[in-house]
């Protein structure tokens, strides 16, 4: 069972992961045109960004309750019981946000960013996660060997439907992530 401070920098780490795409959203609302194919904004790192456009981003958020879904999303994965500090913290970080509020979500989308990219992957999986083959091992019932494309990652699941081992793999991977920076806290 998770402590509630856990959980509540857990909240945290979500609401920098919102954060940071809302960021990305007014940032290509409003380039200068200086991108060339697919590469970020040349005109600005993505710490001047998160200076610039934090405010606004963060507005903007707090309009459509995103954080608080996919907190819901992540703690039903965990088996953590929602409580109603959870919603007061929330409501806390969102009450006039400041600029130093804006960097210290920005080092923590820095310093969580594997945890983050587990979160999205999990709500939000690639077309085709996995390789094209796996491995069968002969038991009963069987056991396969799955392969990450992007990772290199390689899992072993009872599963024989490749999405539904893929998703297992990704909540099983986020409770480990979760667990281990929790004990280590950040």
Known sequence: MMEQSKSL?????????VLSKEIQIIRDE????????????????EQEA???????????????NL??????DVMKI?????????ADHLTWLQTEPDQDLIRDLLQ?????????????????????????????FFSYPPSYKYFVRETKEEFRS???????????????????QIYKMLDNKN
């Open 158 to 176: 009872r599963e024989g439907d490749c999405r539904k081992a893929y998703y297992e793999y990704m909540k099983s991977k986020l409770r480990n």
């Open 30 to 45: 409003i380039c200068c045109g200086c991108k060339v194919f697919n590469q970020d904004c040349l005109m600005m790192t």
């Open 9 to 17: 920098r857990l909240m945290e780490i979500v609401l920098s992961d």
């Open 108 to 136: 923590l989308y820095e310093k969580n960013h594997d945890l983050i990219d587990t979160i999205n992957n999990l709500f939000n999986p690639p077309e085709e996660p996995l390789e094209l083959y796996s491995e069968c």
């Open 67 to 72: 954080v608080w879904k996919r907190f819901n």
């Open 50 to 64: 998160w200076i610039v456009h934090g405010q606004n981003a963060f507005d903007r958020i707090t309009q459509q």
């Open 78 to 86: 965990l088996d953590v019981k929602i409580q109603s500090s959870f």
